[in-house]
């Protein structure tokens, strides 16, 4: 702690805080002690990282019915054009809406109660979704393109609650590692569908020309869709079984007059402005929008490149673009979860290091000119070399999102008052959307480049 204190002393404006202790007083100082070294529970962690699989997994499933959706909308020009711009316009709009009027409303919050909602609401959607795969497979376009907008609608409600709830409760245990496991969680929510989705394009055989795509589409969207139910409502039971948990113990502690853990599921929320969050968590508030922002950028030139391999009669699937691009996207999310996991080596944490997790979020945009040195469009790479696309570009830039994006979430308990934490921990989730939403925008101007 003192190699800690001598390292951010030259910044006193942004010293990590911790509750004064009066010597004299045995209760306070008892209750110093029992904040400072809460337990770690391998219980807590594993249904946070639950919670951080079915975070992401939902709206990875999405993605993964994409050729359910234009097979659905395939006979409507307009809408198999737009059916995509549309659910990215309508999700980051109402995520960001959602999560700025939630990091709002503080005083008497109950963040549990938000999780739940959330988690309730997924499980609505998702099953609607599912039984919609048999239920209304005749129905017009416009009708099912309105059902879908509403379905969305109804899952980026359900994110921003979720993310506003998650990130403020678990700030309140004190413990970095509950957040890392949050966002390990949604290191391995972006790693299985790519690896499912290249499976089952390699399973099926090639299409001779002129062949028609078979009409099975329906039968994988049900099965995707159902999943992101069966996996909400384990996250559900998991998280109220961990509340009552928490509450027991709270009370417990509450009748030994030993409870400052920063939880209570009961006590009113104290209410802290925005605007006082962002001057505590400027450098990191400022960090993970950046990284975020950058990051939206990998989508379009992912979906763009091409295998340096020209097309041969006896080249690897592997190198079809079909097959291609979520491999790409694989080799990113998994450079992403590794990052999230470099977190808990304790020498390669950046925590309590903000203006350097801000110094880096600036630097990662130098990935951006090495995706223009790859073979975009078919178009020919200047660098022509796969292995420099997959290793270099996209499992480093995937490794340093969840590094500094995990750094960011976890640290920012370290920099304000336990009372604090909640308000914090939903103002860094406010800004992780705000950077979602920023690079989405940012993201058309790169694509049309």
């Given at each position: 702690m003192n190699r800690i204190r001598r390292l951010i002393s030259p910044r006193p404006t942004y010293e990590a805080i911790e509750q004064p202790v009066d010597p004299d007083d045995e209760s306070t100082h008892s209750s110093h002690q029992h904040r400072k070294h809460a337990p770690f529970s391998k219980y807590e962690y594993a249904v946070f990282f639950l919670l951080g699989v079915s975070m992401l997994w939902a709206w990875n499933m999405f993605l993964a019915a994409a050729p359910y959706f234009y097979h659905r909308f395939h006979s409507d020009d307009w809408a198999a054009t737009?059916?995509?711009?549309?659910?990215?316009?309508?999700?980051?709009?109402?995520?960001?809406?959602?999560?700025?009027?939630?990091?709002?409303l503080q005083k008497g919050a109950s963040y549990p109660k938000r999780v739940t909602i959330s988690l309730l609401i997924n499980i609505v959607v998702f099953t609607l979704l599912a039984?919609?795969?048999?239920?209304?497979?005749d129905v017009a376009v416009g009708t099912y393109f309105a059902f879908l907008m509403f379905m969305v609608f109804g899952a980026s409600l359900a994110t921003g609650i979720n993310q506003n709830g998650v990130y403020a409760y678990v700030s309140g245990f004190g413990r970095e590692e509950y957040t890392q496991a949050i966002m390990g969680g949604q290191g391995v929510a972006g790693v299985l569908p790519c690896i499912v989705q290249i499976l089952s394009v390699i399973s099926v055989p090639s299409k001779k020309e002129g062949q028609a795509a078979p009409p099975e589409f329906s039968k994988s969207a049900f099965a995707y869709f159902i999943t992101a139910t069966a996996v909400s409502s384990f996250a559900l039971l998991a998280f109220l079984?961990?509340?009552?948990?928490?509450?027991a113990t709270t009370l417990s502690d509450a009748t030994d007059d030993h409870s400052d853990s920063g939880v209570s599921e009961n006590d009113p929320s104290k209410t802290v402005s925005l605007w006082t969050l962002f001057k505590k968590l400027r450098f990191m508030a400022t960090a993970i929008f950046l990284c975020f922002t950058i990051t939206m950028t990998f989508p379009v030139f992912t979906a763009e490149i091409e295998s340096v391999h020209a097309p041969t009669p006896n080249r690897s699937r592997l190198f079809d673009q079909a097959v291609f691009v979520p491999l790409a996207f694989f080799f990113w999310n998994a450079g992403d979860l590794l990052g999230?996991?470099?977190?808990?080596?304790?020498?390669?944490?950046?925590?309590?290091?903000?203006?350097?997790?801000?110094?880096?979020?600036?630097?990662?945009?130098?990935?951006?000119?090495?995706?223009?040195?790859?073979n975009i469009r078919g178009r020919g790479a200047v660098?022509?070399?796969?292995?420099?696309?997959?290793?270099?570009?996209?499992l480093l830039f995937g490794i340093s999102n969840g590094y500094l994006g995990s750094n960011c979430m976890m640290g920012a308990g370290q920099w304000v008052s336990p009372e604090e934490r909640e308000p914090a921990g939903g103002f860094m989730a406010l800004m992780l959307v705000g950077g979602l939403t920023a690079g989405?925008?940012?993201?058309?101007?790169?694509?049309?480049a």
């Open positions: 737009h059916y995509q711009p549309s659910i990215l316009s309508v999700s980051t709009v109402t995520n960001l809406g959602s999560s700025f009027i939630l990091a709002k039984f919609s795969t048999i239920l209304m497979k079984s961990l509340v009552k948990r928490r509450s999230r996991m470099l977190v808990l080596v304790p020498r390669l944490s950046l925590v309590h290091r903000p203006l350097a997790l801000f110094l880096f979020s600036i630097a990662r945009a130098g990935f951006i000119p090495l995706y223009l040195l790859c660098v022509e070399s796969d292995f420099f696309y997959l290793f270099v570009v996209q989405s925008l940012m993201s058309f101007l790169v694509a049309g």
